[in-house]
C-alpha cells in the first residue's frame, strides 16, 4: 500500500501532503494488489520502467485524482488507451463533468493548503506550467521556454510545480524575469481558468484540465524524452485531441480497457478493475516467449569474484 504510505510520501514530496480528495482511492489500491498478487504479478506505485510485453509488473499511480493502471512496458500502455477509445461500451459516463467540478470545487490540486492571495496578480493571457525540479531540466526544451517567454513578454506567468527547489526557481526568475513567476505554493488552477493559451507537458495532469476548459495547449517537452512520462500514453491523445476533449475523455475513460478507476464516476469500480485485468492479461498473453530477459549472471562462474567459503 505505497500511495497512502506515510514512509514512501515523504521521501517522494517531502513536507506536502495529499489532498483528501484522494483518500477515495486506497480501497481501490487495495483491491488492485489483491487482483495482483491473485494473478501472480507484480505491483509497483508511481514507476515507470520498460519491461517486456509480457510484463511482470502492473504499475499504478494518481491522474487528476483518478486511480490510473498501466503495466511497465510502453506498447501496452499506449496499446490499452488506443483501444479504450475504439471500445464500443454502452455507458459512457460523463468524466468531463466531473473533472470540471473538481476544478469549480478546488479539489483539482494534488496537494493540500494551496495559497489564495490572487489580489496582487492581474491576469494573463499564457500560462507556462513547469515539472519539479528533478524533471525541468530534462523534460523541457529551455530553447522553447526562451522563445515562448520573448513572444509572450509582459502577458504570461509560469508556474513552477509545488516540488521546486529555491535554487532553481531563482534559475526561472533569472532567466524570465521575476514578475513572471508565480509562487510554487499558488493554486495553479485559479490562473488555469483565467488563462487563454497553456503551455504544459506530458508529464502533467494540467493537459487534461486545461484541455477540459477548451484551452488553446501546447508541449513544452524535449521531443526524445515525452515517451518516458507516466502520463504520456494519455497526455499524447490529449494533445492531438484538444478540440474534442471532452469527448474523447468520456469514451476512452468509460471503457475497462483504459485502466482508469474511480469510485465516483463508475458506478461499479471493482468489475471495471476485473475486466481490465482480464482484456489486459489477454493481451499479455499473446507475447509470451517472444522476447527474453538476459539471464542473471551466476557469481559461481565469475572469475573476478572469490568462490564460496568451504
Known amino acids: 500500500m505505497e500511495m497512502f504510505n506515510k ?12 489532498n483528501v480528495n484522494l483518500d477515495a482511492l486506497e480501497e481501490v489500491e487495495r483491491y ?11 505491483h509497483s506505485y508511481d514507476v515507470i520502467a520498460e519491461e517486456m510485453p509480457y510484463f511482470k509488473t502492473m504499475g499504478y499511480t494518481e491522474y487528476a485524482t483518478v486511480f490510473m493502471l498501466q503495466p ?25 463533468a466531473y473533472f470540471r467540478a473538481n476544478i469549480e470545487s478546488k479539489t483539482a490540486n494534488k496537494y493540500q493548503e494551496r495559497k489564495e ?11 507556462v506550467i513547469l515539472p519539479g525540479s528533478n524533471k525541468l531540466k530534462t523534460n523541457c526544451c529551455l530553447n522553447k521556454l526562451i522563445q515562448i517567454a520573448k513572444e509572450h513578454k509582459g502577458d504570461i506567468y509560469f508556474k513552477p510545480h509545488p516540488i521546486t527547489t529555491h535554487a532553481v526557481i531563482g534559475e526561472i526568475k533569472d532567466l524570465f524575469g521575476e514578475e513572471a513567476i508565480l509562487p510554487r505554493d499558488i493554486d495553479l488552477y485559479h490562473f488555469l481558468q483565467k488563462a487563454e493559451k497553456v503551455y504544459t507537458t506530458h508529464i502533467s495532469e494540467s493537459a487534461l484540465y486545461s484541455t477540459i476548459l ?32 471532452a469527448e474523447w475523455v468520456n ?51 565469475n572469475p573476478n569474484k572469490p568462490g564460496p567459503k568451504r
Open 7 to 18: 514512509k514512501v510520501l515523504a521521501e517522494r514530496i517531502g513536507p506536502l501532503k495529499k
Open 32 to 42: 488492485v494488489i489483491k487482483k495482483c498478487k491473485e494473478l501472480g504479478i507484480e
Open 72 to 96: 511497465l512496458n510502453l506498447k501496452m500502455r499506449t496499446g490499452q488507451i488506443m483501444d479504450a477509445y475504439l471500445d464500443n461500451v454502452e455507458e459512457v459516463s460523463d468524466w468531463a
Open 117 to 127: 492571495d490572487f489580489d496582487s496578480y492581474s491576469d494573463k493571457a499564457v500560462l
Open 214 to 245: 477548451g484551452k488553446e495547449v501546447e508541449p513544452i517537452d524535449v521531443w526524445n524524452n515525452v515517451h518516458q512520462g507516466s502520463f504520456y500514453a494519455i497526455n499524447s491523445h490529449l494533445f492531438d485531441h484538444r478540440n474534442n476533449a
Open 251 to 301: 469514451r476512452t475513460f468509460s471503457s475497462p480497457k483504459s485502466g482508469m478507476i474511480h469510485p465516483l464516476v463508475d458506478t461499479d469500480w471493482k468489475k471495471k478493475v476485473d475486466l481490465y485485468f482480464e482484456y489486459i492479461f489477454a493481451k499479455r498473453k499473446y507475447y509470451k516467449g517472444w522476447f527474453l530477459d538476459q539471464p542473471k549472471k551466476n557469481p559461481a562462474n
